[in-house]
Nanobody, 121 residues
């Protein structure tokens, strides 16, 4: 059993910062890509940022230069530092990880429960 637990969401004024964390736990042999997605009301879930096991990163155009994704492989944790936040960043943010569990042949995608980020104008 694998779990992803997120923390760090909240309410912030425009221009402010938040840092999200997501820790994976359970029967984990290895973790490939980790990432953050978000879903605003009435919109589809979209990729915000992703990071490979080797540290290569990818960002949505809308957050480039403002958000930074990082990971601590020893702690099975991924972070999202969000700076210069805008009201349009308001959404539920979900952690995602591609995890190879012990005893399984193929890796699976796992999701966190989601954390609300609200940016007031």
């Amino acid at each position: 059993q694998v779990q992803l637990v997120e923390s760090g969401g909240g309410l912030v004024q425009a221009g402010g910062s938040l840092r999200l964390s997501c820790a994976a736990s359970g029967s984990i042999a290895s973790i490939a890509a980790m990432g953050w997605y978000r879903q605003a009301p009435g919109k589809q879930r979209e990729l915000v940022a992703a990071i490979s096991s080797g540290g290569r990163t990818n960002y949505a155009d809308s957050v480039k230069g403002r958000f930074t994704i990082s990971r601590d492989n020893a702690k099975n944790t991924v972070y999202l530092q969000m700076d210069s936040l805008k009201p349009e960043d308001t959404a539920v943010y979900y952690c995602n990880a591609n995890i190879h569990s012990f005893g399984r042949i193929w890796p699976n995608d796992y999701w966190g429960q989601g954390t609300q980020v609200t940016v007031s104008s």
